[in-house]
Structures are given as structure tokens and as C-alpha cells.
């Protein structure tokens, strides 16, 4: 622990393995505290905000659509900090820069915020959705700020249909990791997979604003979250040994995400997993590595994680073992550790959600039922009630304890999406 | 430089920074490494080849290994990782020994209180000489009755294909009859989440409890769909004791019956 760089890292895991076993789970605490806690004091880092409006021709009708959009950007606008580089974009095919007018961004103060909303006053709406295009130009406004805190808030209400999936998936891949990017869907004709794509490339949340007038106080939110961001960059560093496999690393808490795919080799037996910028908070890390099966007596360390700044000269914030050690004595291999089962639970809680939704949308009832059944069992079991009560607007429930459900003859799409784009959302174990 | 167990010089003195394995050797064994009494433990490498694969032999240096000897289910040709197949349920355990030479303590060390809300704290082997064993198995006459009286749609509670019988030697004060639940932490001795999960089943269904004459009887936990016991049509009193005889049949769930057989 380094309790100088605000950072620490706690590892919860049942190290003991029966011989012959291979996988090895932990979690993760990273928690930051007392980061910038001077009274007043402005963080010393740079921060960049650049707010993605969708204006295609979609969002003209309902009329309050663009106007909320507008009013709900002027509000960010209004809230960040002097000081702060920002800029805005209207995307629709193509990206267009509507304040400044250049290709760059601009410091926030008295006058540049006004002239920023009187811009977004004139926007119109035309033409069709191309995203990829709008976080490029993100991506190139980005840019020059290498070592700021970069934070994009991406709004839109259609499909992404005027580009194809591969290249959409060709920008998502290039700009991944390169700034933070929240998405908001606002009506219900968008796509939660594909915002999801955005934000889990660009380790930032997604979420759905059925009401256009809900929308101010949101994207006010979301400002003044990123503007208390204080460190840019963070990584973890995981070592594993030879031979082994880093099997997944998924963040638990506050949401569920893969960060698998993301990780970089970064030197001998060592991988980078990004998890963008942090102000005062605490994650959850699930980490899985299967490590070759040892003999009963043997230890060892089967992962080694370290909390690393960005940069030529990386700092370690906070480092932590992960351990393995064969048994034959039954009363320590079976125990699962808590936290490690709690999360088991909860990412199983997402994913039967995405499968029932899947199963429900492709015609197949049964399937659905079941996995929604399930669904409800579990955020029952795991205390997460959010997910609880999204369920409880798609489903019946007969009886909580077995997941027995009915599907509710009418659903509301804005429900089925909220559940949908909702659903990763997770809790901490009731009792610590 | 310091040396790994593997060879591996290592930067890191306490584990190896290319494979991992502990280097400091000398330390004081850790308070939770366990001292191994195998007199006691009920080995299962007697019946199944080494199921749960504590002696694996095939294993040498760390990080050098010859792969496992692989377990194959000879029920369904599953991997086999436990004692009872993931793919078909099939109880590798009984299918080898169908009778233990002994009574076969299953649990010679006690459980420490690790299950959250489990009461493990009373658990030893009880049967003096008298082996009585649970046997699941799975009755199409009561899964029928059941949908009927029910008004149930079979088809959204199919009948499972197939369900291998399962022997659970009834050696401790009390087995607990339930479907597993990792998110509240409960281990039924009677896991019936097992492969074909019967759904209809409590996560803590009802009781086996062992009296002091020898005998056994039955405690259902309140459980949602209740415990039919014989051909009774009601199910049995919650929370109260109902003493059990040989080959009482107790059903749960919306297929399973559990059969005592003493001796």
C-alpha cells in the first residue's frame, strides 16, 4: 500500500487451491482517497471536456428533443471549471465543430462559456448518424492533451446506420482507451449494445434518458463527476507467471465490464489493463488466472498487481499479491471467498439479463422466462435491488426464492431498455 | 541472486519472478497451512482413481508439469471433476464402491462455520454400525400427479431425461436437503441443483436428523412447495419432526424422491 499516492489496493481471494487445481480468483479493491482534499484548491491537472451532441435529422421530433439536448449542453457548459479545455461537437453523418470553430479546444472562462452556449442556441438538425466520425474528431481535439484528464459525454437518440459495423469497429479499436467517454441515450429508438460498445472501449458508463426534461440535471451530473477526477491514466499492472494465463479481468463494481480485451502487453510476463481517470472512489476488480496445477504444500504467487500512473516513467501507486497454495484439507479449499462469490453473482445477474433480453426479442418465450427467472433470483440472493426493481417492470414473480416468473404480457420498451442498458450495474456485499 | 525452487534466478526474494513459486522456504509455516492427517480423511482415490485429484502424481516441478491424468465420466464422456458428472450427474463416488468395506465418515474433519448461516458446528459421524442411506432418484407418478394438481405446463417443467440414482450414506447428525446457493452461502448435503436441477426445490428445503435410538426423521424448512412423505396428500407439518422407517419415500421438488434404506 502507498498511502502517499491517495491510492490503495486490497486483495479478497480464498488462496487455497485442492492439488492439481489451476484457477486462481481474487478481487480487487482499488480505492482512492484524500486525492485534492485541500479546501478550495483547484486539482493541479489539466482537465479536457468535449460535449458530442447528436443532431441528426432524428432529433428534430419530438421538437423537445434538440431543445433539451441544447439547454442540457449549455448547462455542462455552465458547470465546468475556469480553467478547463473544452469544446462541443454536433454529429450527425459527418462531425462538425460547433464551438469553437476551429479544430481545437478552448479554456473555459466567463466569456468563452458564453459564446459556447450562444453557438449551441443556433444549432439545426439534418442528416443521418455515423458515430465513429463523431469520436474521431473527439479523439483528434484530444489529442495534444496527452497527460489531462480527458472526458467526452456523447448524446444521441438513433441508430448508428450511416457507417458500417466494421468501420465503426475500426474507430471504436483505434480511439479505445484514449479518453473517457459517458454515453446517454435519450428517447428509445438508439441501440444499448452499440452505446455499450462506445463506452466500454472508452471505460465510461452508459445510460438511458427516457425524458428529455431529466436531461439538464444528467449531463450536470456527469460534468461535475468528471470534473472531480483528479489523476489521469491509471493502469493496472498485472504480472502472472510462466505458464500461466491471465484467464479475465473484469471490473465488478460500480459496473460490470471486460477489460480482457484491452489489456496491452507492457514487458516480460506483464499486461496493462486501462481504467481511465479517478477522483476520490473505490472499484472492484474480479481477476482470474489459471496457473500451472502445483503439488499439495507448494505456494506461490500466482499474480502480482500493481496500480501504475501513465507515461515514459510510470509510478506505482499501490501493489498487491495474488496467492495459490495446494491443500488436500478440505475445509480450506472449499471455502469460496465472499467477495469473489458475491461477484460471481452479480456479473451471472448481467449476463442472464442480456441472454433473457436476447432470448425475448428473438421470439423464443421459454428461453427468456428462464433466464429472467434466474435473473430475479439473483439480484434477490445478491441484494442488488436496483436490478431487482428493473426486473420487476418486465416480469411477474411468482416466487422470488426459485425465480419462478411470468413475462409481462406489455412491456414498456423504455423498460425493457432501461433494464437493458442498466442491468451491469452492481453492489457491494451486504456485509464487509 | 536468489534461486526459485525451479531454478529460476529471481530478482524478488520471497517468489519467483518468473514462476512464481515461494523462494523464502524458511519462513514459519503459515497459521492456515494445514497439518495433513490422512489417517482420518476419507480418501477417495479408494474408490474413484483420484477424483478430486489430491495425489495427482503426473504433477513435477512447478511450472514443468506433464498434463493431468483427465477423469472421463463413464456414464456420458464427460470430463469428469468431481464426484458427481457435471454433464449427467452420475455419482462416480457409488458407482466404483457400491458398499463401503467401512462406514465411510464424510466428513472426518469438521466444517469450520465457513457457509454463512450453516449449522455445521454439530456434525460428526453418528451411525454406530447401522448404515442407512438416502437415495435420490427421480418418479414420473408424482411428477404427473403434481402437474396435474397444479395445473402446471409440463413443457415449462419438463421431465428430466434422465437422472441417475444418488447414494448419500447418512453419516452425520443431520443432512441437510436444499438447492445450492453461492450468493447466500448454502451447501446442502442433498445438493439437488445438481444436473437435472429440480427448480421446485428450496434452497433449504428440509432436514434429515439422526435420534439418539438409531433412528432417523425428517424436518421441513418451511419450504415453499412443502414435502410429501409416502402417498400422503399432504404435505407434511413445517418445522416439526416426522420420524422416518425404512424405506420411506420423501418427495421434494417436482420430480425428486429421496428413498431411506437402512442396512
Known amino acids: 500500500m502507498n498511502a502517499e499516492s491517495?491510492?490503495?489496493?486490497?486483495?479478497?481471494?480464498?488462496?487455497?487451491?485442492?492439488?492439481?487445481?489451476?484457477?486462481?480468483?481474487?478481487?480487487?479493491?482499488?480505492?482512492?482517497?484524500?486525492?485534492?482534499?485541500?479546501?478550495?484548491?483547484?486539482?493541479?491537472?489539466?482537465?479536457?471536456?468535449?460535449?458530442?451532441?447528436?443532431?441528426?435529422?432524428?432529433m428534430e421530433w419530438p421538437i423537445l428533443k434538440i431543445v433539451a439536448a441544447r439547454q442540457a449542453a449549455m448547462k455542462a457548459v455552465d458547470n465546468l471549471r475556469d480553467g478547463v479545455s473544452f469544446a462541443v461537437i454536433a454529429g450527425n453523418h459527418l462531425a462538425s465543430m460547433v464551438y469553437p470553430?476551429?479544430?481545437?479546444?478552448?479554456?473555459?472562462?466567463?466569456?468563452?462559456?458564453?459564446e459556447a452556449k450562444a453557438a449551441l442556441g443556433g444549432l439545426i438538425t439534418?442528416?443521418?448518424?455515423?458515430?465513429?466520425?463523431?469520436?474521431?474528431?473527439?479523439?483528434?481535439?484530444?489529442?495534444?492533451?496527452?497527460?489531462?484528464i480527458r472526458h467526452a459525454i456523447l448524446l444521441t437518440d438513433g441508430k448508428n446506420e450511416h457507417e458500417t459495423p466494421e468501420q465503426f469497429g475500426e474507430t471504436l479499436a483505434k480511439v479505445a482507451g484514449r479518453f473517457v467517454c459517458d454515453c446517454r441515450g435519450i428517447g428509445t429508438d438508439w441501440e444499448?449494445?452499440?452505446?455499450?460498445?462506445?463506452?466500454?472501449?472508452?471505460?465510461?458508463?452508459?445510460?438511458?434518458?427516457?425524458?428529455?426534461?431529466?436531461?439538464?440535471?444528467?449531463?450536470?451530473?456527469m460534468t461535475e463527476h468528471a470534473m472531480n477526477k483528479s489523476v489521469a491514466d491509471v493502469g493496472l499492472r498485472i504480472w502472472r507467471p510462466q505458464a500461466a494465463r491471465l484467464k479475465f479481468v473484469k471490473q465488478v463494481l460500480p459496473t460490470v465490464e471486460d477489460l480482457t480485451h484491452l489489456g496491452v502487453e507492457s514487458g516480460r510476463l506483464i499486461r496493462d489493463f486501462p481504467t481511465g481517470s479517478w477522483g476520490n472512489e473505490s472499484r472492484d476488480y474480479h481477476i482470474c488466472i489459471e496457473v500451472p496445477p502445483g503439488e499439495v504444500g507448494q505456494e506461490m504467487r500466482?499474480?502480482?498487481?500493481?496500480?501504475?500512473?501513465?507515461?515514459?516513467?510510470?509510478?506505482?501507486?499501490?501493489s498487491a499479491n495474488i496467492l495459490a497454495e495446494w491443500t488436500d484439507e478440505e475445509r480450506f479449499y472449499t471455502q469460496i471467498d465472499a467477495q469473489v462469490a458475491h461477484y460471481t453473482g452479480q456479473q451471472e445477474l448481467a449476463n442472464v439479463i442480456q441472454a433473457g433480453l436476447h432470448a425475448k426479442r428473438a421470439g423464443d418465450l421459454d428461453t427468456a422466462t428462464t433466464r429472467f427467472g434466474r435473473a430475479v433470483a439473483l439480484?434477490?440472493?445478491?441484494?442488488?435491488?436496483?436490478?431487482?426493481?428493473?426486473?420487476?417492470?418486465?416480469?411477474?414473480?411468482?416466487?422470488?426464492?426459485?425465480?419462478?416468473?411470468?413475462?409481462?404480457?406489455?412491456?414498456?420498451?423504455?423498460?425493457?431498455?432501461?433494464?437493458?442498458?442498466?442491468?451491469?450495474?452492481?453492489?457491494?456485499?451486504?456485509?464487509? | 541472486m536468489p534461486t526459485c525452487p525451479a531454478g529460476h534466478p529471481s530478482d524478488d526474494a520471497e517468489y519467483c519472478e518468473t514462476c512464481g513459486a515461494r523462494i523464502a522456504s524458511s519462513s514459519t509455516p503459515s497459521t492456515s497451512a494445514p497439518s495433513i492427517s490422512t489417517q482420518n480423511v476419507f480418501e477417495p482415490s479408494i474408490s474413484a482413481p483420484s477424483i478430486s485429484g489430491p495425489s495427482m502424481s503426473a504433477t513435477t516441478v512447478l511450472g514443468v508439469t506433464s498434463p493431468d491424468p483427465v477423469q472421463v465420466c463413464p456414464e456420458c464422456g464427460d470430463r469428469l471433476t468431481d464426484r458427481f458428472c457435471e454433464g449427467c450427474g452420475f455419482d462416480a463416488l457409488h458407482r466404483q464402491v457400491r458398499r463401503p468395506a467401512s462406514p465411510v465418515p464424510r466428513n472426518a474433519n469438521p466444517t469450520p462455520g465457513g457457509w454463512a448461516g450453516s449449522t455445521t458446528s454439530g456434525r460428526s459421524w453418528t451411525g454406530g454400525g447401522i448404515d442407512w442411506i438416502a437415495v435420490v432418484s427421480a418418479e414420473r407418478a408424482y411428477y404427473e400427479r403434481l402437474m396435474a394438481e397444479t395445473g402446471s405446463d409440463p413443457a415449462t417443467l419438463p421431465y428430466p431425461s434422465r437422472l441417475p440414482e444418488r447414494q448419500y450414506p447418512l453419516t452425520s447428525q443431520f443432512l441437510r436437503i436444499g438447492r445450492r446457493s453461492v450468493g447466500r452461502g448454502i451447501q446442502p448435503d442433498i445438493d439437488l441443483s445438481l444436473p437435472p436441477e429440480d427448480p421446485a426445490v428450496s434452497h433449504e428445503h428440509a432436514l434429515l436428523l439422526a435420534k439418539p435410538d438409531g433412528t432417523w426423521?425428517?424436518?421441513?424448512?418451511?419450504?415453499?412447495?412443502?414435502?410429501?412423505?409416502?402417498?400422503?396428500?399432504?404435505?407434511?407439518?413445517?418445522?416439526?419432526?416426522?420420524?422416518?422407517?425404512?424405506?420411506?419415500?420423501?418427495?421434494?421438488g417436482a420430480w425428486t424422491v429421496i428413498t431411506l434404506r437402512k442396512g
Open chain 1, 6 to 58: 491517495g491510492f490503495t489496493l486490497k486483495v479478497s481471494q480464498n488462496k487455497f487451491l485442492v492439488g492439481g487445481a489451476r484457477e486462481v480468483n481474487a478481487v480487487v479493491t482499488v480505492e482512492s482517497t484524500g486525492l485534492d482534499d485541500g479546501p478550495g484548491q483547484a486539482p493541479a491537472t489539466e482537465a479536457v471536456e468535449v460535449i458530442i451532441l447528436d443532431t441528426s435529422a432524428s
Open chain 1, 101 to 114: 470553430r476551429g479544430e481545437h479546444t478552448v479554456e473555459a472562462n466567463w466569456s468563452t462559456k458564453i
Open chain 1, 126 to 148: 439534418s442528416g443521418g448518424t455515423a458515430m465513429g466520425t463523431w469520436l474521431q474528431l473527439a479523439d483528434r481535439l484530444f489529442a495534444p492533451h496527452k497527460d489531462a
Open chain 1, 192 to 221: 444499448p449494445d452499440e452505446l455499450r460498445r462506445v463506452s466500454s472501449a472508452l471505460l465510461g458508463t452508459v445510460d438511458i434518458i427516457p425524458d428529455p426534461n431529466d436531461l439538464e440535471a444528467d449531463f450536470r451530473a
Open chain 1, 302 to 318: 500466482a499474480g502480482w498487481v500493481r496500480l501504475v500512473t501513465s507515461g515514459d516513467a510510470p509510478e506505482v501507486l499501490a
Open chain 1, 379 to 432: 439480484a434477490r440472493q445478491t441484494g442488488n435491488e436496483a436490478t431487482a426493481a428493473l426486473l420487476d417492470k418486465v416480469v411477474d414473480v411468482i416466487d422470488y426464492e426459485s425465480g419462478t416468473v411470468r413475462l409481462k404480457s406489455m412491456v414498456e420498451k423504455v423498460d425493457e431498455m432501461s433494464l437493458d442498458t442498466r442491468s451491469t450495474r452492481t453492489v457491494r456485499t451486504r456485509k464487509e
Open chain 2, 217 to 252: 426423521s425428517l424436518v421441513d424448512l418451511g419450504a415453499t412447495n412443502g414435502t410429501l412423505l409416502n402417498d400422503e396428500p399432504e404435505p407434511v407439518p413445517a418445522h416439526l419432526e416426522v420420524p422416518l422407517q425404512n424405506g420411506d419415500r420423501i418427495y421434494v
